[in-house]
């Protein structure tokens, strides 16, 4: 058995950092020694699953040991990891949709919890019981046993601490902008949200060429956007959480401005035009409150509008990532950029009070 540190997540939603084993692999594992771990919304909503959980789901490292059916990385090989493991043969995964797998998927198939597909719970264990992993990683620690699926090969020389970042965020943004909106050249784009995600959806428009790109946030983070992009900038004004351009003189936004009033969620809806391409709304822009209880206008789908609700930009692992490498090594993709801070493993409580207070594009626990 090998000894590592790892947060860990408790049921009354505190967090510590512990000492685990993990077992030596066995037929298609790797064991990967964590690098660095990015730290997204999705690492803090793991404190509220109730349960006792290794968090972490993206970031990269190197490979100490494998499994003798390992075929693709051997020990030595820098590695981005990759929660979205394909079985290969349900339905999902024969029409390509690889990101949503019927079988394997912690989202689609095991309620962000473990599924067969991966290494039994048993081989990674706290306090001499097995324990989970967030989406059957548990990128916060300093070694993971996953599936050779779940791991890509670095063939780019990239820094572990810009790495960490694509497996999860950069992929969801700039696959939800190339793989699901298929962004035309010339074509104008609407990005709600200017943060980790947000800012690589900027990123993915500008790469395939459009033409305009409109940011819409409350926050600080419209200036990170600058680094990225040059779009027109919306922020919130004081009356009834109205939207409206920062360059607009018009007061009565609801008759001559024509900006969607009292709600975030429904803008992109409504701003895209009749038969438009590509709109699409984020999964993670929305809470549960939200999900269960929105009342909307159906008019604001006339005509020809389409709703989209994209898990992880549809990421092919074996395919986008080597995209997203070689764009980084052409200097297209800001990947170093994008990190505006990192954090040890014993910083986790100033991680995420960075990460509510949103002071970072993307803060990541570097472990070496």
């Not at 090969?153 to 943004?173: L, R």
């Amino acid at each position: 058995m090998l000894p590592a540190k790892a947060i860990i997540a408790h049921p009354d939603r505190s967090f510590s950092l512990e000492d685990i084993t993990v077992a030596p692999p066995q037929g298609d594992e790797v064991v990967v020694e964590m690098r660095a771990a990015g730290i997204c919304h999705t690492d803090y909503d793991s404190l509220r699953w109730g349960k006792h959980l290794i968090i972490g789901h993206e970031g990269a490292g190197v490979v100490l040991e494998t499994g003798p059916l390992v075929t693709s990385v051997r020990p030595g090989d820098a590695v981005i990891l990759n929660w979205a493991v394909p079985c290969g043969r349900c339905f999902q995964c024969q029409e390509g949709n690889q990101h949503i797998c019927e079988n394997q998927s912690p989202v689609v198939a095991g309620n962000n919890g473990f599924n067969a597909g991966h290494p039994p719970l048993e081989r990674t264990t706290w306090k001499g019981q097995p324990v989970e992993r967030s989406f059957n990683l548990g990128t916060l620690s300093t070694i993971t046993l996953v599936r050779e699926a779940a791991v890509v090969k670095m063939e780019v020389e990239i820094p572990f601490s810009s790495a960490a970042i694509v497996s999860c965020g950069v992929m969801t943004g700039f696959g939800s902008a190339v793989n699901t909106a298929r962004v035309k050249a010339g074509s104008s784009v609407v990005v709600l949200g200017a943060g980790g995600v947000g800012l690589n959806v900027i990123q993915g428009a500008r790469i395939s060429g459009a033409g305009k790109i409109i940011v819409v946030d409350v926050s600080g983070k419209l200036e990170m956007s600058k680094k990225f992009e040059q779009p027109i900038h919306f922020s919130r004004t004081g009356r009834q959480g109205l939207l409206c351009c920062q360059n607009c003189q018009i007061h009565d936004r609801r008759k001559r401005c024509g900006l969607l009033f009292g709600s975030v969620r429904l803008f992109l809806i409504w701003a895209r035009r009749p038969a438009g391409d590509g709109a699409q709304w984020w999964h993670g822009c929305t809470g549960k409150r939200d999900r269960a209880g929105s009342v909307f206008n159906m008019e604001l789908f006339e005509w020809d509008k389409i709703y989209v609700n994209p898990l992880y930009g549809k990421c092919r692992p074996q395919i986008d990532f080597y995209i997203l490498m070689n764009l980084y090594k052409k200097g297209d993709l800001m990947l170093d950029e994008m990190v505006t801070q990192t954090y040890t493993l014993d910083q986790m409580q100033q991680a995420f009070d960075d990460l509510i207070a949103g002071k970072n594009a993307k803060g990541v626990v570097v472990m070496r």
